[in-house]
Each structure stands twice: as C-alpha cells, then as structure tokens.
C-alpha cells in the first residue's frame, strides 16, 4: 500500500531553518508531481509549493516564495522542503503530497495521495 511519511518539523526561533522530508513507500511517485500544503489552526489547508514529476518545474506560494525550496530524490522515493527565514505565521501542520499528474497544480483536488503531517511551529 503505497504510503507518504513526512519528518523533520519541530519547534524553532524565528528566523531559523528546518528541511521536511516526505518519503514514499509501497510505490515509486517518479512520474508524479509532489506538493506541500500546510494548516494551521482554525484555517483551511492550504498551498506551499509543488515540484513535476522530473524536478524540472517548482512553483511557490507567493507567501513563501525566496523563503522555501522545493526539491525531489527520485532515486530515493523522496521529496524535500528547505524552510529558511520563518516565520511565526509558517507555523501549522505540513501536508507532502503526491498529484495524479507529471506537472504539479496549486489545487488539492489533483492530489490523491497524502502523509499523515508534520508540526511546525516557528516561535516569536
């Protein structure tokens, strides 16, 4: 059964990094693209930033845009995102998911396989 399991949030200072990890199991995600979502208390999940299928093409919310990188291990069924400068508001649970399409797409609908989450919580 094919399987998504994000790491590496935690408790950090503003202005400080982390990298998420996300790796897949029970299937390889190579020939998909693969986003990051995130929800914070009391708001609706929302869109992070998503990576095609080769890792060819990212695209970025415009909140963390310059701020986040998104990048892909295809060889290690395994997809990243290097968080730097945060930001007490980038506090919130974070999503990886894998799309049912090469190229990603800010919507979640296109999304059909999902981790369970990764708490991120970014102190003043």
């Known amino acids: 059964q094919a399987q998504l399991v994000e790491s590496g949030g935690g408790l950090v200072q503003a202005g400080g990094s982390l990298r998420l990890s996300c790796a897949a199991s029970?299937?390889?995600?190579?020939?998909?693209?693969m986003g990051w979502f995130r929800q914070a208390p009391g708001k609706e999940r929302e869109f992070v930033a998503h990576?095609?299928?080769?890792?060819?093409?990212?695209y970025y919310a415009p909140s963390v845009r310059s701020r986040f990188t998104i990048s892909r291990d295809n060889a290690k069924n395994t997809v990243y995102l290097q968080m730097n400068s945060l930001k007490p508001e980038d506090t919130a649970v974070y999503y990886c998911?894998?799309?049912?399409?090469?190229?990603?797409?800010?919507?979640?609908?296109?999304?059909?396989?999902w981790g369970q989450g990764t708490q991120v919580t970014v102190s003043s």
């Open positions: 029970g299937r390889t995600f190579s020939t998909n693209a």
């Open positions: 998911a894998a799309s049912k399409w090469r190229s990603g797409t800010t919507s979640s609908e296109e999304y059909n396989y």
């Open positions: 990576i095609s299928w080769s890792g060819a093409s990212t």
